[in-house]
C-alpha cells in the first residue's frame, strides 16, 4: 500500500468515525429538534475544537440538517484556525447583536460559524457577564438552527475570562467529553464529570482522542 493509499484510507475512517458520533448524538436525543451539544474536556489541549469542527463540517456535507458551530471557548479559541479565518467582532459587538449579523459562512460549506472576540484575551468582563452573552446566543441558534454544535472551554483550570463550561452545560440538551488517550490524567476526567453530573447535564458520552501514548498518570 502507497503512502497515499494510507492516507485515503486513514481518511475515510475518520469520515466514518465522525459519521458514526453524529448517529450516537441523534440516537441519545431521540432525534429532537433543535439539537444542542455542548463539547468540553477535563482539560486543556484535548482535542475539542477539532472534534466540534469535524462533526460541524460532517453534518453540512450531508445535509441533513442545518447546522451552526459555535465557540463559546472565548478564553482558548481555536475554531478560527480550523477554517483559516480571523476573528471578527469585538465583544461589544457581541452583546446585543443578533446571531445571524455575527456568523460567517466557510467557503465551501454549508455551515454557519461564530467565532470568539477579537478581544477576548483583553476584554473586562467577568464570567457571569459572558454567560449571559452565551445564553442569548445560544437560544437565538435554537430558534434559527436544528443543529446547534458549542465548542466550551475545559471545566480545569478555571479562569475568570472564560465562560465556565459546566454552567454551560446546563443550557444544553447534551455534553459530549473530550479525553485524550493516555495522556488525561484519570482523576481529572473523574473530577470533571462530577462536576456535570453534580449540576444535573446530560453526558451523552466521551471521545477519546488517539494522539498521546504516554502512560496514565
Avoid at 465551501?108 to 473586562?124: R, S
Avoid at 475568570?160 to 455534553?175: I, K
Wanted: glycine content about 6%; charged content about 25%; aromatic content about 4%.
Amino acid at each position: 500500500m502507497t503512502e497515499l493509499d494510507a492516507n485515503n484510507r486513514k481518511a475515510l475512517e475518520q469520515i466514518a468515525e465522525i459519521k458514526r458520533i453524529l448517529v450516537a448524538i441523534e440516537h441519545a436525543l431521540k432525534g429532537n429538534r433543535p439539537t444542542t451539544i455542548l463539547c468540553t474536556s477535563a482539560t486543556t489541549g484535548e482535542g475539542k475544537s477539532l472534534l466540534m469542527s469535524s462533526l460541524a463540517t460532517t453534518s453540512a456535507l450531508m445535509k441533513e440538517s442545518r447546522a451552526v458551530l459555535i465557540d463559546l471557548n472565548w478564553y482558548r479559541p481555536a475554531i478560527h484556525r480550523f477554517f483559516g479565518v480571523e476573528l471578527m467582532h469585538p465583544l461589544e459587538r457581541f452583546q446585543n447583536a443578533d446571531l445571524a449579523d455575527l456568523t460567517l459562512r466557510p467557503d465551501g460549506y454549508d455551515l454557519d460559524v461564530l467565532l470568539a472576540p477579537t478581544d477576548h484575551e483583553t476584554h473586562q468582563r467577568t464570567s457571569s457577564d459572558l454567560l449571559l452573552i452565551g445564553q442569548r446566543l445560544i437560544e437565538q441558534a435554537k430558534d434559527t438552527y436544528d443543529l446547534v454544535l458549542i465548542d466550551g472551554g475545559a471545566i480545569f483550570p478555571t479562569n475568570r475570562m472564560m465562560m465556565d463550561p459546566v454552567m454551560l452545560a446546563r443550557m444544553v440538551d447534551g455534553v459530549i467529553m473530550v479525553v485524550m488517550n493516555g495522556v488525561t490524567p484519570r482523576q481529572s476526567v473523574r473530577k470533571a464529570c462530577k462536576a456535570l453530573e453534580i449540576s444535573g447535564v446530560n453526558i451523552i458520552g466521551a471521545v477519546t482522542n488517539q494522539r498521546g501514548l504516554s502512560k496514565r498518570r
